[in-house]
């Protein structure tokens, strides 16, 4: 297996506070990783490291075997590293099928029918994006990410705000979809029953810090995971 | 030399009478108020009209409260129905606002330029270090240096204070919290307003006085909000009495460029800085 | 799967050309109208209100393009429209070159540094954006109004035209009846082309970053070009439309460039409707007539122009331009309803 993603040493702190304290996290290619820990943890802030939203980190970040430390958001994409987004982040007065066509005017349209298929945005291409429901909101978000058939797919939350029912549709959907193009995928999220039914690894953070990694049995079993975190839930 | 600071002292302490009126407004209403200059042009006249059949103090005092009063106004008619519209929007109708107090003070004063006396105990000049510098203008020092410190004093201390520095920082958390930022929002325009006036008073027998008097001060003093960092009130001050300098220093020693100084100064720091000196938001 | 695709491109580029038909039908109209104008208008004093109106027009339609493109308030757009003015006067008059020449760098100049400025700029949003613009321009006015060996500072200087430009008599440009035609049909070429570029991948593209720049940059686009582009085409239009102006008037002043020139363009704008591409030069003409009908009160046309723009942003969000599109809406509507 070769590695997809690979962050060496990535730090970021605010102020006093250290959100990342030197991380390394290696996802090998065509995985599914979930990442987890309490809230706080770093989770986000490694997505948005990795991904080149944040600003004034350390640390070094590679793709395929090439660093890709210091490039901006849009060259990453252009290697196919895509991210979803926790908060839903949309194009809201453009309609729907006009945001997924000039994604694809970048990214390449391949995968593009497949993606509004999967996630059933068909009828819903002449709508303007404020205007269609949360659930809708959320699945465009995600197909923004989609477009052009990235290589690794960073998602933050993806189920964020939908019910028990939709996120494992959604879970479903995501895990067909990834599996069939054979995506590397760093999935973070809250949702427990989601994560071990679809990753094969998890990583689990907690203070900033990497706490234990390792399959979803594993995980599940590890003492200081329970302590740290499941604990907390149970 | 030292004359010289001092000049810039009693132009950059008017600037900041203005700016942190610009502040206070900004930190709860989220917009920069364009009719700040118009209403500091308004509090000088009506200080000059009441000085003119009474005397400069009562003119003073009769401009903070009349001031304060449309202060009031203004918030409770224009920038709290407002306050859901997009911020930008709220901008313009300040900038409308600018334009019919200019027609109003034109039509009640006319467009000729007015001159306004400083009081008599203020007439005349002290030596300072060898050159003579008019009391009147350190008594423009002395006044923006109480309204700085107790300004300061208030935000620190006051409860008051405490919800309007909150609320410059986060208005939809601090207005969360339960503070009542509609009422808050009444006091902090009023009082900017009110320090517009006053500022308008004392700057009078500095400048001549006309319906567009305001425009060029808010302009720098928009420059003095952006570089202090929108929000900032330390930074403002800092700002404000940087801006007196180079406004002063311009003048004497680059007098081709000394007007565009400021706006230099602005571009720079935006660049660089984009919140400004000292500020977090943008 | 294909289903999909022909969901996606199919119908929606049928709909467009159809609109674009549409389009070359409406400014073949509107160029027509403006043809005829001399003949229906009887009044040298209207044609040349008319012509002022028009080049207000465009300057408004300048500081709207920004707005619905790029989602920038400008409260500087004046100094394009002064820059474009003062390169061409102060080229001509200096005798830096010929008038031709100093036709083009008036265009070329300002569109430039708009667009130099803009990739700066650029990622700046809201108030402090207004107040960079709105210092850039102040700074520009300054150099007009101190700098008096480059065209007289706060005087201003007149501009003689020479007798021929690009071989086209000097009288032509300054003859109400046939500046007003000009003036008219480089303002209709000019929405005309708004309106193609809004429609090109290019006016899309802007479109999707002046909703969410950071989006943007996900979905892989560097956001900062094609702002900056948009900057330029804003500099363009106004830098015409103050070229229009010195060759109509024959004379050039720092007033042009001043801010509060900026501020009554944004306020037509706003007051014409900015999301709506000829909403902006709507609300010029509207407001330029209201300083017609408020007559010997011309004093007070700002507060008059002020209070309309209070009025407006408080009642209509969308400005005048909405307002129409809004009443045509419920007319076709009715139409439509007592046909079935």
């Known amino acids: 297996m070769t590695v997809a993603l690979e962050g060496r040493g990535l730090s970021r702190a605010f102020g006093g506070f250290r959100a990342l304290d030197g991380v390394d996290i290696s996802v090998e290619s065509g995985q599914i990783r979930g990442l987890i820990g309490p809230n706080g943890a770093g989770k986000s802030t490694l997505i948005d490291v990795l991904s080149g939203r944040a600003q004034n980190w350390s640390g070094q970040i590679f793709l395929d075997g090439e660093e890709i430390t210091h490039l901006k958001i849009q060259d990453r994409r252009h290697r196919g590293l895509a991210r979803s987004f926790q908060r839903t982040n949309i194009f809201p007065t453009v309609s729907i099928g006009m945001q997924l066509t000039v994604a694809s005017r970048a990214l390449g349209d391949s995968g593009l029918a497949e993606v509004v298929e999967a996630l059933n945005l068909g009828p819903l291409l002449d709508h303007q994006a404020a205007k269609v429901s949360y659930g809708d909101q959320r699945r465009l978000d995600l197909a923004l990410a989609l477009v052009g058939r990235p290589r690794v797919l960073l998602l933050d939350e993806p189920a964020a705000g939908l019910t028990v029912e939709e996120s494992l549709t959604l879970a479903g959907i995501l895990r067909d979809l990834v599996r069939r193009w054979g995506t590397t995928v760093l999935i973070v999220e809250h949702d427990m029953e989601v994560i071990f039914s679809i990753c094969d690894r998890i990583t689990v953070l907690n203070l900033g810090k990497t706490l234990a990694e390792g399959g979803p049995d594993q995980v599940r079993r590890d003492p200081a995971v329970v302590s740290a975190y499941l604990g907390s839930q149970a | ?175 969360i919290l339960g503070v009542d930022t509609d009422r808050l929002s009444l006091i902090v325009v009023g009082l900017g307003t009110g320090l517009a006036g006053l500022s308008g008073v004392v700057a009078a027998p500095l400048m001549a006085l006309s319906p567009t008097m305001g425009n060029f001060i808010l302009i720098e003093s928009f420059i003095v909000v952006v570089v202090g960092g929108l929000g900032s009130f330390s930074g403002a001050l800092v700002a404000a009495l940087l801006i007196g300098q180079i406004h002063n220093f311009g003048a004497i020693y680059l007098p081709w460029a000394s007007t565009m100084l400021p706006f230099l100064l602005m571009v720079g720091v935006l660049i660089w800085r984009p919140s400004g000196l000292a500020g977090k938001r943008t | 799967m294909t289903t999909a695709d022909t969901r996606i491109d199919g119908p929606g580029f049928r709909v467009a050309r159809q609109r674009n038909g549409r389009l070359v039908a409406i400014a073949c109209i509107a160029l027509a109208l403006g043809f005829l104008a001399p003949h229906l208008i009887p009044s040298l004093l209207w044609m040349s209100l008319l012509t002022q109106a028009v080049v207000d027009m465009t300057l408004a339609t300048s500081v709207g393009i920004l707005y619905r493109q790029n989602g920038r308030i400008s409260f500087g757009q004046a100094a394009f429209f002064g820059l474009g003015a003062y390169t061409f006067g102060v080229i001509t008059v200096r005798e830096f070159g010929s008038a031709e020449l100093a036709l083009v760098a008036a265009l070329v100049v300002p569109t430039l540094i708009a667009f130099l400025l803009g990739l700066v700029i650029a990622r700046i949003p809201g108030v402090a954006h207004a107040m960079l613009t709105l210092a850039v321009g102040q700074a520009l006015y300054e150099i007009a109004f101190k700098w008096r060996a480059l065209a007289n500072g706060d005087d201003g200087m007149s501009v003689p035209l020479p007798d021929t430009i690009f071989g086209i008599d000097s009288d032509f440009f300054q003859s109400p009846a046939t500046m007003l035609v000009f003036c008219w049909s480089l303002l209709v070429l000019t929405l005309f082309g708004l309106a193609l570029m809004a429609r090109s991948p290019f006016g899309q593209l802007t479109e999707v970053i002046r909703e969410n720049d950071e989006r943007a940059r996900f979905i892989g686009y560097g956001t900062t070009l094609p702002r900056a582009i948009i900057y330029g085409v804003s500099a363009f239009i106004a830098a015409m439309a103050g070229i229009l102006q010195t060759l109509y008037d024959g004379y050039i002043s720092p007033q042009m460039l001043h801010w509060s020139a900026s501020g009554m363009a944004l306020i037509m704008a706003i007051v014409g409707g900015p999301k709506i591409l000829w909403g902006p030069a709507l609300g010029a003409f509207i407001l330029f007539f209201f300083k017609d009908i408020a007559g010997d009160a011309t004093e007070y046309w700002p507060a008059l122009v002020g209070g309309t723009l209070i009025v407006v942003t408080l009642l209509l969000p969308e400005g005048f331009a909405g307002l129409i599109l809004k009443l045509l809406a419920r007319a076709t509507g009715r139409a439509d309803r007592g046909r079935s």
């Open chain 2, 1 to 175: 030399m030292l004359i010289q600071v001092l000049n810039g002292v009693v132009y950059g302490g008017l600037l900041y009478l203005l700016a942190v009126g610009l502040v206070l407004i900004f930190g709860l209403r989220e917009i920069v108020n364009f009719a700040h200059g118009a209403l500091f042009m308004l509090g000088s006249y009506i200080g000059f009209s009441i000085a003119a059949s009474y005397d400069f103090w009562l003119g003073l005092l009769g401009s903070l409260v009349a001031m304060t009063a449309i202060g009031i106004c203004l918030d409770a008619a224009v920038l709290r129905p407002l306050r859901k519209h997009d911020h930008m929007v709220t901008v313009l109708v300040t900038f409308g606002i600018l334009l019919v107090l200019e027609a109003f003070a034109t039509a009640v004063w006319g467009k000729s330029y007015r001159s306004m006396t400083p009081p008599a105990i203020f007439s005349g000049t002290v030596d300072i270090a060898g050159q003579p510098f008019p009391v009147y203008r350190l008594f423009v020092i002395a006044v923006s240096l109480c309204v700085a410190a107790a300004l300061t004093a208030w935000l620190r201390f006051s409860r008051i204070g405490l919800y309007v520095r909150a609320s410059s920082v986060d208005p939809t958390t601090t207005a």
